[in-house]
């Protein structure tokens, strides 16, 4: 997707960190940001799959060989890892201009009193803990030349909550009032908070979900027509693309036939 020449300038030459970038929105965000910028951008790919960076890097790298790109372990949910990452990051890539905060997860459908214990740790410090540190170790880069954006990724899950839900759209609940008070707290700077609330995106967080059981994945998607990753990453890279005082402060992405969490039409539109 090209946004044209105003948006490609605006976007040119920055230094971008995307979270669980190894695939689904994290990975279509850093393909969006590259093709928009025709490569002329650095970008940070950070996830637990390192295999997986790799492979998308050179993908990049092949696609557009003036791009730079520089990917690393990072587990957001232990914050030695984010400490680690912050403090490993080449010269030439730590000036950070946007962080995309989209390493997340939904773990389970159990309700409350059968939630599993591990779970509701990996939801919490994951989508809530992690996102938070990894904020707080990146602000103080933006504050210092007061410019830069932070993109949380929400979801529909912290608006319109759902039975079975109860821990994941706790934690979403918990982005999106991070992310106001964040947005407040700056509102003297030129610094954007900007969040994105998808609803339903068919990717492989519904796998994780479903603890790798893709039947049970594949039957959350069955006779719809859901997002898809490279629509969110669209989204994203719109957001981070407008001027500078122009901030796109919550997004929320529905596909056609979602007006909800729980407002799902299923089955053909066309009634056939």
Known sequence: MSFGS??????????????????GIGEATAKEFASATNGQVKLILAARRVDKLTTLKDDLIKQFPSIKVHSSALDVSV?????????GLPK???????LVNNAGKALGR???????????????????V?????????????KK?????????????????????????????????????LRKELINTKIRVLEVDPGQVETEFSIVRF???????DKV????????????????VFGVSRKQKTVIAETLVFPTHQAGSGVIHKGPLDGK
């Open 6 to 23: 105003k948006a490609a300038q605006r976007l040119a030459n920055k230094i971008i960190l995307i979270t669980g970038a190894s695939s």
């Open 79 to 87: 914050k030695k890892s984010i400490t680690e990452f912050v403090s």
């Open 92 to 98: 030439d890539f730590a000036d950070i201009d946007v």
């Open 110 to 128: 159990s309700k409350v009193g059968e939630i599993d214990d591990e779970d509701i740790e990996g939801m919490i410090q994951t989508n809530v």
């Open 130 to 142: 992690g996102l938070i540190n990894l904020t707080n170790n990146i602000l103080p880069i933006f």
């Open 145 to 181: 030349k007061n410019s830069g954006d932070i993109v949380n990724i929400g979801s529909i899950a912290g608006r319109d909550a759902y039975p079975g839900g109860s821990v994941y759209c706790a934690s979403k609940a918990a982005v999106k009032f991070f992310s106001t008070s």
């Open 211 to 217: 603890h790798g059981d893709k039947s049970q994945a």
């Open 221 to 236: 998607y069955e006779d719809m027509d859901p997002l898809y990753a490279e629509d969110i990453a669209e989204v994203i």
